[in-house]
Each structure stands twice: as structure tokens, then as C-alpha cells.
């Protein structure tokens, strides 16, 4: 085969990768450059470059991808090698679970198995057709993200110094913690106003005082329970402002809260709250994705929660 | 936990990546074609394989450190590179940390062994 032919193969190979506006110029560097290249081996060798000697130079020269890569100037990284096993174990936890979830769902769904489309594997195609395939979106979402995420990190100044909060993630801002205790008393006010909206509430429309009434054993029963753990909540917003970081203890405390609080709304949802159905349905429904949220929460405090430092064993 | 040590020529070649560049610069002075510089630093016992040398020659151009023009010699059309005023500041910069970093390493390699 022509040495000739089998370098333009390559070049074009290579060139095909770089911006368009570089690629007539660096095509005809390279080729011209390799041809000098196998020239000089086939003075060194004393024979006449043949189609062996070209490949040989073209694979120490490397992969076409590999050169257009060295043409171009550093790119941005999109996931960081510390992040990448955490990004994978993310992902696909995420399409695990929805896959878990939807199966479930499917195969529990009451259906006439002699029914069209009824039957265990209609049912297995139609899942994988929807939640199945449907899954991805989450890895893809995630890489959308980090792709903003790397795109506005790249844009900061390379030589801005590293926030107080990134060098140390246990410190906390005392301001935020007074912001939130001053916001926690002003929005209990209304809640703790609620089981009597009756006797202050008489000037508001009848539908309203209806709606806000509470479920009478949910209000003697399950709902005094919340100022207990009103009460911790405070004790470690002031325990936070009093040391200034996040200590193990503390972190220990919020997440024993963590759990408290996720069974007390469940407890919660699993009954009536309000009289009214629409105030009932709605407010269970927040109170589920508060429990959600706390759940999350929950996972990242024991995440963070340091074990003491230990001596390496010998 | 030990791991499996590379062998020398990867720890020779991450050596010479640190210099690479200062290499090139210091033969850049007099205007040169991509083979022709490949074969000087050669001739002088400091190899740089081609798929790395030309793609380097591009970036180095593109970062305004080399200028570059197409020639004719009676032979192939070629492509010319010399260091331009920036590339030439860098040069004499990087010569002079050059220095200090090998004095530095020399003082290193020569006291005490252990």
C-alpha cells in the first residue's frame, strides 16, 4: 500500500477532530512533517519506505484521537477524579432506585394477567419502554449539571483563594444561625396559633376557620410532640452559635433529630390532620416531602460526621 | 500497601515533561521546522518523540509564545517557527529558574545519602 495514501488516511483522521478554521494548515504540517519522518527512518533503515515502516511510525506517532488532543489547549474538567466514584455510585443509585420502585409498582398494580398486555412480560416490556429507558434522565441530568457547575467554576479567577467555608466545612455562620432562630419564632406564631384559629380566627371567612381546624386526636395526641422537639431544635441552634462549627456531638444530636423528627411525620401523615379534606390531603402531602427532605439531610449529617483520627495500625 | 513500581523510563519521562518546554524555547532562537528542531534536540541526547513535539510546537504558537511562516527552500513547503517577543521573555525567565532549580536539585543529589 501507497505510504503516501496511509498518511493522508491518517492526517485527515486527525484534523477531522480540531476546529475547523486549524484543520487545511495543521493537515498539511503534519503530513509533511511525517513524510519527513518515514523519509528519515528510510535513510537510518537504508530501504525505501514501505507500508510496515509507515505503520510503525504512525503508531509511535499515536492514535489519531490521541494527537488531536495534544493540539488542543487544556481543557475543563467536567467531573473532578476525587468526585468521580461518588458521581458514579450517585448515578446509579438513582436509576437502581427508580427501576426498584417502578417494578414494583408495575407487578403490584392490580391487572388481569389473561387480560392483552397483562401478562409478567407485556408488563416487563412496557416498564423498561417507560421507567426503564425513562431512568437515564438522571445520570444525564447529573451530567448536565456538573457541565454548568465546571463551566461557571472556570469562569472564577484561577487565582482566587479558596472560601473560608470550602477550607473548613464545620464552621458555621453565626449571623445565619440568629437569621434562623429570629425566622423559627416568627413562623412557629402562626402554627402554634392554628388549634385556636376558633376563638381568635371569628372574623375570618367561616370556610377558612373550617379548614384550618385540626383533627382533635391528631391535637391531642400527635401534635404536642412537635414542641418537644421545637425545644431540641433550639438547644442545638444555640449549642451551633455557642461553639461556632459543627462538632461531632453536635452533628450526632442533629441526626438522632433527624430521625425523630422523619417518625414523628410519619406518625403525622399516617392519620387525618385537618377536618377539612382538601386541607388535610394537601398538608399531609407537604409534610411527606418535609419528611423527604429531612430523610436527605439525614444522610449527609452521619456522611459528615468524622470519625475520630486514628493511628495507623503497624 | 505497596503498589508496583513503573519502570525508570516513565520516571525519566515525567523528568523530562517538566523541561520540555524550556527545551524547545532555547532552540528556537533561530527559526526552525518541526523535523529539523526534533532532529537538533536529538543530535543533543534530548529525544522528543514526534506526536509530542508538533502538536507542542502548535499550542506554544497559539499562545503567542512562537511565531510562525511557510517556507520554500527548493524543497517541500515548510513551516517555520522562532520565538516571538513574549516566547523570548519566557525563554530567558524559565533559563534563569533553570538555573536556580538545578542549583537547588545539585546541592540535593550531593549532600548526605541516606
Known amino acids: 500500500m501507497n505510504p503516501e495514501a496511509i498518511i493522508d488516511t491518517y492526517v485527515t483522521d486527525v484534523v477531522r477532530r480540531l476546529p475547523r478554521k486549524q484543520r487545511a494548515d495543521v493537515a498539511f504540517e503534519l503530513r509533511s512533517l511525517l513524510a519527513e519522518e518515514l523519509q528519515g527512518r528510510a535513510d537510518d533503515t537504508g530501504r525505501p519506505a514501505d507500508a510496515a515502516m509507515t505503520m510503525d511510525l504512525l503508531a509511535a506517532f499515536g492514535r489519531p484521537m490521541d494527537v488531536a488532543d495534544r493540539y488542543r489547549p487544556a481543557g475543563f474538567t467536567i467531573i473532578r477524579p476525587a468526585d468521580a466514584p461518588g458521581f458514579a455510585r450517585v448515578a446509579l443509585i438513582g436509576v437502581a432506585l427508580q427501576w426498584l420502585i417502578s417494578l414494583v409498582a408495575v407487578y403490584t398494580a392490580p391487572m388481569d394477567a389473561t387480560a392483552p398486555g397483562g401478562d409478567w412480560l407485556s408488563r416487563l416490556g412496557t416498564w423498561w419502554l417507560t421507567w426503564g429507558l425513562g431512568s437515564f434522565w438522571w445520570p444525564g441530568f447529573l451530567v448536565s449539571a456538573s457541565i454548568i457547575a465546571a463551566l461557571v467554576s472556570a469562569r472564577r479567577a484561577p487565582k482566587e483563594p479558596a472560601p473560608f467555608a470550602v477550607l473548613d466545612r464545620d464552621r458555621v455562620n453565626r449571623a445565619l444561625i440568629v437569621l434562623y432562630l429570629a425566622l423559627a419564632a416568627v413562623g412557629s406564631v402562626p402554627i402554634v396559633a392554628i388549634p385556636s384559629i376558633a376563638t381568635w380566627g371569628s372574623a375570618l371567612p367561616q370556610p377558612v376557620v373550617q379548614a384550618f381546624t385540626l383533627d382533635g386526636e391528631f391535637l391531642t395526641y400527635r401534635a404536642p410532640w412537635v414542641l418537644l422537639l421545637w425545644a431540641a431544635a433550639l438547644g442545638l441552634a444555640v449549642a451551633l452559635l455557642v461553639a461556632g462549627r459543627w462538632t461531632r456531638v453536635i452533628r450526632i444530636a442533629s441526626a438522632v433529630g433527624d430521625v425523630v423528627w422523619i417518625a414523628l411525620l410519619a406518625w403525622w401523615v399516617a392519620g387525618p390532620i385537618f377536618v377539612s379534606p382538601l386541607a388535610d390531603e394537601t398538608t399531609r402531602g407537604i409534610l411527606a416531602l418535609l419528611a423527604v427532605g429531612i430523610v436527605v439531610d439525614l444522610v449527609f449529617t452521619v456522611r459528615r460526621i468524622a470519625r475520630p483520627i486514628a493511628a495507623p495500625v503497624s | ?114
Open chain 2, 1 to 114: 500497601m505497596v503498589t508496583d513500581v513503573p519502570p525508570l523510563a516513565k520516571y525519566e519521562q515525567d523528568l523530562r515533561k517538566g523541561v520540555l518546554v524550556l527545551a524547545v524555547l532555547s532552540q528556537l532562537r533561530t527559526a526552525q521546522y518541526g523535523y529539523s528542531l526534533r532532529q537538533a534536540l536529538a543530535e543533543q541526547r534530548m529525544p522528543i518523540e514526534e506526536g509530542t513535539l508538533y502538536p507542542l510546537l502548535r499550542r506554544l504558537e497559539a499562545q503567542g509564545l512562537l511565531n510562525s511562516e511557510w517556507r520554500v527552500d527548493g524543497g517541500p513547503p515548510r513551516r517555520y517557527y522562532t520565538l516571538s517577543t513574549p516566547g523570548a521573555e519566557l525563554y530567558r525567565d524559565l533559563h534563569e529558574s533553570w538555573g536556580s532549580l538545578a542549583s537547588v536539585m545539585n546541592k540535593l543529589l550531593e549532600g548526605p545519602q541516606p
